[in-house]
Nanobody
Framework: QVQLVESGGGLVQPGGSLRLSCAAS????????MGWFRQAPGKQRELVAG???????NYADSVKGRFTISRDSATNTVYLQMNSLKPEDTAVYSCQIVAGNLLRVYWGQGTQVTVSS
């Protein structure tokens, strides 16, 4: 059974940084996509950043230049480095991995990021 375990969320002041991690355990092969989504209270979930199997990345316009997604293929771990954090970045961040020939979707449990002074 595949599980995604996230870590790294917390409370940070505006302008600060956090690094989120999402490690996949269990039998997971042929990862097509790894990404981070977020959902703020009263808002729809949105894709923050993603990285595909070939290494190409994409970012939401609101985080370009501030967030960086990366991965460690050896450990099936995806990271999100978040710099210059703003109060509007406050949300529950969840990782997603799409893998296998059937493009099965796996989700992490979510981690709270709060940006406040």
């Amino acid at each position: 059974q595949v599980q995604l375990v996230e870590s790294g969320g917390g409370l940070v002041q505006p302008g600060g940084s956090l690094r989120l991690s999402c490690a996949a355990s269990g039998s997971i092969f042929n990862i097509n996509f790894m990404g981070w989504f977020r959902q703020a209270p009263g808002k729809q979930r949105e894709l923050v950043a993603g990285i595909v199997s070939g290494g190409s990345t994409n970012y939401a316009d609101s985080v370009k230049g501030r967030f960086t997604i990366s991965r460690d293929s050896a450990t099936n771990t995806v990271y999100l480095q978040m710099n210059s954090l703003k109060p509007e970045d406050t949300a529950v961040y969840s990782c997603q991995i799409v893998a296998g020939n059937l493009l099965r979707v796996y989700w992490g449990q979510g981690t709270q990021v709060t940006v406040s002074s």
